[in-house]
Nanobody
Framework: QVQLVESGGGLVQAGGSLRLSCAAS????????MGWFRQAPGKEREFVAA????????YYANSMKGRFTISRDSAKNTVYLQMNSLKPEDTAVYYC?????????????????WGQGTQVTVSS
């Protein structure tokens, strides 16, 4: 059973940067597509970015393109989300998710395993 543990959230001023980490356990985790989602208070959980399994690609939500970068260290079974030029509207709980497929999807319904979430707060 794959388990995910996020870390790296915190409080940052607008314009600043944070890097989130998602450590995955489980033998098959390296072949899964991995995604980042976020949920602000009173809002639905939304797609941020995803990286497919080996040999596939990455995909970003439009509002994150150019500011966020998803990367993967297969040796460490860890996925990262580098967030730059942060804005107050990026404030949310950020969740890491794994999909039992190498292919990327953007719907929360397509992901099988979720982490506990990490809070990101951007002050103005």
């Amino acid at each position: 059973q794959v388990q995910l543990v996020e870390s790296g959230g915190g409080l940052v001023q607008a314009g600043g940067s944070l890097r989130l980490s998602c450590a995955a356990s489980g033998r098959t985790a390296s072949s899964y597509a991995m995604g980042w989602f976020r949920q602000a208070p009173g809002k639905e959980r939304e797609f941020v970015a995803a990286r497919g399994g080996p040999g596939t690609s990455t995909y970003y939500a439009n509002s994150m393109k150019g500011r966020f970068t998803i990367s993967r260290d297969s040796a460490k079974n860890t996925v990262y989300l580098q967030m730059n030029s942060l804005k107050p509207e990026d404030t949310a709980v950020y969740y890491c998710a794994a999909r039992r497929s190498i292919w990327i999807r953007t719907s929360v319904l397509d992901y099988d395993v979720w982490g506990q979430g990490t809070q990101v707060t951007v002050s103005s």
